[in-house]
């Protein structure tokens, strides 16, 4: 018996000494049989920036970070968009800013300043002349060059995913909340087409209420492993599990859900498959001998409202390009890939104006109708500028349509499209999920960024100037 205490004196002894303060602190813990997260308390100082208005800015002035895949698409556009001076250029590659800046040259505008080097992009956010700092960098500088930039008094607009983890997610929040600064992931895919006008047919109740809705990325990348700079995109995903690149099939589906604007994601689960295709590409490029990223990644998400999403995430095999967008309601049934269409009771429409004959809801309308109705409902935004979004390009029009946007909301004084919680929230999924699939699929929390106000603002909309 005496052997006994000791023994249990003695490990009670070596766990105290492993809780000691030298000892990082476990930040989540299980309630209810979900793995839940610490969420942070708002420090004195911060507040919510749900609905930010900032003074109009008549001219907005943009400095770009990062030149090289996205980057110079994106200073292009702008040469279209009218009430803009593109100031500063920076990439780590000097020839990199140097070609950027012919766009500017060769279009007849003025010449930009150029930084490049480790340190060139912390000399663009010093300027004071700059109110948009505009990041398509490697995913993993993301989180310090937006930080960087809020906490010199620029407004952000940063590439997806905006955070690689959770910790990162939390100091976009709180850095936006603390500076009062703008913080837009650059999601682009809300403004395709047919998201745009699924969205607007929500709005008029077309679909009823909405249960449930489906996102991906499916897009094999084995033509463009090697067009990452120093292969940084296959190193993080070797070294990563989970949906690691979740917001395109995301976030047109938070929007339909108004998730922080009435609904929020209350939990999820994920599931994997091994790493084959992924592996093989790795031991080929980096002579890698193990790969965390499952070839297929399949996660379900439940609301507080008791809808689900769910969503996929698979750049290794031979697959069409695929982002789902699948939207299931009372009512109707919308779908994008691999055909574009749309299912309805006959009473979803009965307010339409469309006309109608032998409608039911086990087939996709006709081709005729489909067309009708996209035409009936095209978003606003969408009619005014389609043309134009067209013409300039940038996946078919949705990119023009997003940097439209976020000029026109900083010209008037208007809450942006995308916020930092959406940023937080779509960007959350890669931890959340590796977290579910290191055990064995568990429920792993979405924690509420907003701190509690995710009821405040009712439904989802696009701020527009009177």
Same mark, same amino acid.
């Given at each position: 018996?005496?052997?006994?205490?000791?023994?249990?004196?003695?490990?009670?002894?070596?766990?105290?000494?492993?809780?000691?303060?030298?000892?990082?602190?476990? *930040?989540?813990?299980?309630? $209810?049989?979900?793995?839940?997260? /610490?969420?942070?308390?708002?420090?004195?100082?911060?507040?919510?920036?749900?609905?930010? @208005?900032?003074?109009?800015?008549?001219?907005? @002035?943009?400095?770009?970070?990062?030149?090289?895949? @996205?980057?110079?698409?994106?200073?292009?556009?702008?040469?279209?968009?009218?009430?803009?001076?593109?100031?500063?250029?920076?990439?780590?590659?000097?020839?990199?800013?140097?070609?950027?800046?012919?766009?500017?040259?060769?279009?007849?505008?003025?010449?930009? $300043?150029?930084?490049?080097?480790?340190?060139?992009?912390?000399?663009?956010?010093? @300027?004071?002349?700059?109110?948009?700092?505009?990041?398509?960098?490697?995913?993993?500088?993301?989180?310090?060059?937006?930080?960087?930039?809020?906490?010199?008094?620029?407004?952000?607009?940063?590439?997806?995913?905006?955070?690689?983890?959770?910790?990162?997610?939390?100091?976009?929040?709180?850095?936006?909340?603390?500076?009062?600064?703008?913080?837009?992931?650059?999601?682009?895919?809300?403004?395709?087409?047919?998201?745009?006008?699924?969205?607007?047919?929500?709005?008029?109740?077309?679909?009823?209420? +909405?249960?449930?809705?489906?996102?991906?990325?499916?897009?094999?990348?084995?033509?463009?492993?090697?067009?990452?700079?120093?292969?940084?995109?296959?190193?993080?995903?070797?070294?990563?599990?989970?949906?690691?690149?979740?917001?395109?099939?995301?976030?047109?589906?938070?929007?339909?859900?108004?998730?922080?604007?009435?609904?929020? +994601?209350?939990?999820?689960?994920?599931?994997?498959?091994?790493?084959?295709?992924?592996?093989?590409?790795?031991?080929?490029?980096?002579?890698?001998? %193990?790969?965390?990223?499952? /070839?297929?990644?399949?996660?379900?998400?439940?609301?507080?409202?008791?809808?689900?999403?769910?969503?996929?995430?698979?750049?290794?095999?031979?697959?069409?390009?695929?982002?789902?967008?699948?939207?299931?309601?009372?009512?109707?049934?919308?779908?994008?890939?691999?055909?574009?269409?749309?299912?309805?009771?006959?009473?979803?429409?009965?307010?339409?104006?469309?006309?109608?004959? /032998?409608? *039911?809801?086990?087939?996709?309308?006709?081709?005729?109708?489909? %067309? %009708?109705?996209?035409?009936?409902?095209?978003?606003?935004?969408?009619? %005014?500028?389609?043309?134009?979004?067209?013409?300039?390009?940038?996946?078919?029009?949705?990119?023009?349509? +997003? /940097?439209?946007?976020?000029?026109?909301?900083?010209?008037?004084?208007?809450?942006?499209?995308?916020?930092?919680? $959406?940023?937080?929230?779509?960007?959350?999924?890669?931890?959340?999920?590796?977290?579910?699939?290191?055990?064995?699929?568990?429920?792993?929390?979405?924690?509420?960024?907003?701190?509690?106000?995710?009821?405040?603002?009712?439904?989802?909309?696009?701020?527009?100037?009177?």
């Amino acid at each position: 018996m005496r052997k006994l205490f000791s023994l249990i004196a003695l490990v009670a002894l070596v766990l105290g000494f492993a809780s000691c303060d030298s000892t990082p602190k476990q *930040n989540w813990k299980v309630v $209810d049989g979900v793995i839940t997260f /610490d969420v942070p308390a708002r420090e004195p100082g911060q507040e919510s920036v749900l609905g930010l @208005r900032v003074d109009p800015i008549p001219t907005v @002035r943009i400095g770009f970070i990062g030149l090289g895949m @996205r980057g110079p698409a994106a200073v292009e556009r702008y040469t279209h968009i009218d009430g803009v001076e593109i100031k500063a250029l920076c990439d780590l590659e000097p020839d990199r800013a140097e070609k950027a800046q012919k766009i500017l040259t060769d279009g007849n505008l003025p010449a930009a $300043d150029l930084y490049s080097g480790e340190e060139g992009w912390k000399e663009l956010c010093n @300027r004071e002349d700059i109110d948009l700092v505009y990041i398509c960098t490697p995913w993993q500088k993301h989180v310090e060059m937006a930080v960087y930039a809020m906490e010199h008094g620029h407004h952000v607009a940063v590439e997806v995913p905006a955070a690689t983890s959770l910790d990162e997610c939390w100091q976009l929040v709180n850095t936006a909340e603390k500076t009062r600064r703008h913080c837009m992931m650059l999601e682009n895919c809300v403004y395709d087409f047919f998201e745009m006008t699924t969205l607007n047919m929500a709005h008029n109740g077309l679909f009823g209420e +909405m249960l449930m809705a489906e996102g991906a990325y499916i897009h094999n990348l084995d033509p463009y492993w090697k067009d990452y700079h120093n292969n940084w995109r296959l190193d993080f995903n070797q070294k990563h599990r989970g949906d690691v690149y979740a917001t395109h099939g995301l976030g047109p589906v938070c929007q339909l859900f108004d998730i922080h604007r009435g609904d929020k +994601m209350n939990y999820l689960v994920s599931m994997d498959t091994k790493s084959v295709n992924g592996l093989a590409t790795a031991k080929e490029q980096m002579g890698a001998t %193990e790969f965390a990223n499952g /070839d297929h990644t399949l996660t379900f998400i439940k609301t507080e409202k008791g809808k689900v999403i769910h969503l996929q995430h698979n750049v290794y095999t031979p697959r069409p390009y695929n982002r789902l967008f699948q939207v299931t309601g009372t009512k109707g049934f919308a779908n994008k890939y691999p055909i574009e269409g749309f299912a309805f009771h006959p009473d979803g429409l009965a307010e339409s104006g469309v006309k109608y004959d /032998d409608l *039911n809801a086990h087939d996709f309308v006709s081709e005729q109708m489909r %067309e %009708e109705l996209m035409q009936v409902y095209k978003h606003p935004i969408t009619a %005014e500028i389609e043309a134009k979004a067209r013409e300039v390009g940038g996946h078919g029009g949705m990119d023009f349509i +997003m /940097d439209y946007r976020l000029i026109y909301c900083l010209h008037n004084g208007l809450p942006l499209d995308q916020d930092v919680y $959406d940023a937080a929230e779509w960007s959350c999924i890669g931890d959340l999920t590796a977290m579910s699939l290191e055990h064995k699929s568990a429920p792993v929390a979405v924690p509420d960024f907003t701190r509690g106000d995710w009821n405040k603002t009712r439904g989802y909309h696009h701020a527009m100037a009177k």
